[in-house]
Nanobody, 125 residues
Framework: QVQLVESGGGSVQAGGSLRLSCAAS????????MGWFRQAPGKEREGVAVIDSDGLTTHADSVKGRFTISQDNAKNTLYLQMNSLGPEDTAMYYCAASRSYCGGYLLSRSWFHYWGQGTQVSVSS
């Protein structure tokens, strides 16, 4: 089993930045890909970015150039640096882990086996 705990969410004004963190614990040896998803009220949960255990990353078109996913394997921690935030980025952000290799694809939520509780990001205009 793998436990994921997100932190770093909050309220910012448009144009601001936030850095989300996700601490992983438990049996992390079988994790091949980790990712960030988000869900706005009334919308489906969507993939934001993923990173494989070898460092290969993929970002959604809507966040390319603004968000960067990274990981610190020594600390078992996943990050999401979010810059140039806009109101459209307001959502609950979830960390997720998969036993499958993402291989450069933004895999759908069904491929992810473990989920955190989420951290809220609110961006005001």
């Amino acid at each position: 089993q793998v436990q994921l705990v997100e932190s770093g969410g909050g309220s910012v004004q448009a144009g601001g930045s936030l850095r989300l963190s996700c601490a992983a614990s438990g049996y992390t040896e079988n994790i091949s890909c980790m990712g960030w998803f988000r869900q706005a009220p009334g919308k489906e949960r969507e993939g934001v970015a993923v990173i494989d255990s070898d460092g290969l990353t993929t970002h959604a078109d809507s966040v390319k150039g603004r968000f960067t996913i990274s990981q610190d394997n020594a600390k078992n921690t996943l990050y999401l640096q979010m810059n140039s935030l806009g109101p459209e980025d307001t959502a609950m952000y979830y960390c997720a882990a998969s036993r499958s290799y993402c291989g450069g694809y933004l895999l759908s939520r069904s491929w992810f086996h473990y989920w955190g509780q989420g951290t809220q990001v609110s961006v005001s205009s």
